[in-house]
C-alpha cells in the first residue's frame, strides 16, 4: 500500500534527474550523446567468414565460359551498387537519427515531464489517496470503499477529483 504522496515523491525524483527540478543539466544520452572511443561492439569486432562482399569467389555462376570483360563489368557493377547502397544507407541513417534527437525525443521527454508533474499535482490535490499496487485498487485512508487502480500515468487531475468525489460518495 502506498501513499499518493509517495508516488508523487517518486515522480518528483524523475523529474529531478531529467534536470527539470534541478539546476544541474543532465549529460545528454542516447542518440544525442557524443560519440566514445572504444573498441567496436560485439558483433563489430568478429571476423566475418567468407570471402569479401563483391569478390568473384563464392559465386554459383560459372565465370569460365565468360569472357573477362563481362566478369570485370559485373565486379565494377557490384561495386558501384555497394558504393551507392552505402551512400543511401548513412544518408538516411543520419535523417532518423536527425529526426528522433530534433522531434521524437523531445516530445516524448515533454510528455513525460508533464505526466509526471500531473502525478505531483494530484498528490498535492488529495493527500489522503492511496493505492495498493498489489491489488490494483485505490482508496481513502480511513474510508471503506475501493475502486479500480485507473492508469497512473495516463489520469489527469481532474479524473482524479472524480475519482476521489466517488470515494467520498459511500
Avoid at 508516488?7 to 534527474?17: C, I, K, M, R, V
Wanted: charge should be positive; hydrophobic fraction near 40%.
Amino acid at each position: 500500500m502506498h501513499s499518493i504522496g509517495e508516488l508523487a515523491a517518486l515522480a518528483q525524483a524523475q523529474l529531478n534527474q531529467t534536470g527539470q527540478g534541478s539546476t544541474s543539466a543532465s549529460p545528454a544520452q542516447g542518440w544525442e550523446a557524443e560519440p566514445q572511443a572504444g573498441p567496436q561492439p560485439g558483433w563489430a569486432q568478429q571476423p566475418q567468414a567468407g570471402p569479401p562482399r563483391g569478390s568473384w569467389a563464392g559465386r554459383s555462376r560459372d565465370y569460365f565460359g565468360m569472357s573477362v570483360g563481362d566478369g570485370i563489368g559485373d565486379a565494377i557493377g557490384d561495386a558501384a551498387l555497394g558504393a551507392v547502397g552505402g551512400i543511401l544507407g548513412r544518408a538516411i541513417g543520419r535523417r532518423v537519427q536527425k529526426a528522433m534527437s530534433e522531434r521524437v525525443m523531445p516530445t516524448l521527454a515533454a510528455n513525460r515531464q508533464s505526466m509526471l508533474r500531473q502525478q505531483i499535482e494530484i498528490a498535492q490535490r488529495h493527500p489522503d489517496l492511496r493505492a495498493c499496487l498489489t491489488d490494483k485498487v485505490v482508496f481513502l485512508a480511513g474510508g471503506g470503499r475501493v475502486l479500480p487502480m485507473p492508469n497512473l500515468m495516463a489520469v489527469t487531475a481532474d479524473q482524479a477529483d472524480a475519482l476521489v468525489a466517488q470515494l467520498r460518495n459511500s
